[in-house]
């Protein structure tokens, strides 16, 4: 793809979906984590190691700037042309399918999805994220009305897709066979695990992915800033901070 002038290019700056999204997918891909069941830091390891390696390599092929993007900019990359692979939701695809401009609606008949690939774990490794609440009881109320059919399913259909079902009888869904490029994303939620892995969620996980410390690590090793050893090095620092066992 780079030889014929559109790379790929994946975030990684401080993207909180989309950078997010696939850093962690790499990382896990590899056995890495940032901490144990036990909430002690464990992301500077080989398995940690290999996959910033991998991820030095990867970036070799990709269209300059990736460093800086944040969530937007995947997106208009592709749109423009300038790349044909990055890691997004169903919001470009829907940008294209719905724009008035004759040549995005051809883009988008061109368009395809996946998952993100299965590593040398053996399982998949997607990024589910998780926001907390101090009022938990107000929250489980909302979110069980707002998980009712009249709600959830207008909600689905008017984002193509691009939210994904947390409940298992959404799955039959119309939305998710109404378009066949929807339907890679149906099956997201059964593929994912959750911020922290594989310790507890909490206020620890959440300020590790608050403060980027997994992207950052990747950027760093991708490009050149640290070596691969050094950038798992400097996470595992930062993270302990924050896990304090």
């Known amino acids: ?9 994946f975030a990684l700056g401080k993207a909180v979906g989309d950078g997010n ?4 997918w790499l990382v896990w891909l590899h056995g890495g984590k940032m901490v144990d069941e036990k909430s002690n830091v464990v992301i500077n390891s080989p398995e940690t190691v290999a996959a910033l390696e991998y991820a030095h390599q990867l970036y070799q092929t990709f269209i300059p700037g990736t460093l800086s993007w944040q969530d937007p900019n995947n997106k208009k990359a592709f749109l423009d042309g ?9 919001s470009v695809y829907y940008a294209a399918k719905n724009s008035p401009d004759a040549k995005m609606q051809d883009m988008a008949k061109d368009i395809q999805h996946a998952h993100f690939p299965i590593g040398p774990v053996g399982k998949p490794s997607e990024l589910m994220l998780f926001k907390h609440s101090k009022y938990p009881n107000a929250t489980k109320e909302l979110v069980r009305f707002l998980m ?10 008017k984002s193509i897709g691009y939210v994904a079902q947390p409940l298992k009888a959404y ?34 996980s959440a300020a590790c992915m608050a403060d980027y410390i997994m992207l950052d690590m990747v950027a760093e090793a991708s490009s050149g800033q640290r070596t691969p050893k050094e950038a798992a090095e400097r996470a595992a ?6 896990y304090k066992v």
């Open 148 to 157: 009712k059919g009249e709600q959830y399913n207008p909600r689905m259909e």
């Open 21 to 24: 999204n696939w850093v962690h």
């Open 1 to 9: 793809m780079k030889a014929k002038g559109t790379p790929a290019g």
């Open 171 to 204: 799955e039959k869904s119309p939305i998710w066979t109404a378009d066949p490029k929807h339907t890679v994303y149906r099956d997201g939620p059964a593929l994912m695990t959750y911020q922290g892995n594989a310790g507890p969620l909490g206020y620890a």
């Open 237 to 242: 620092e930062l993270a302990k901070s924050y």
């Open 82 to 90: 300038q790349v044909s692979l990055t890691a997004n939701g169903i």
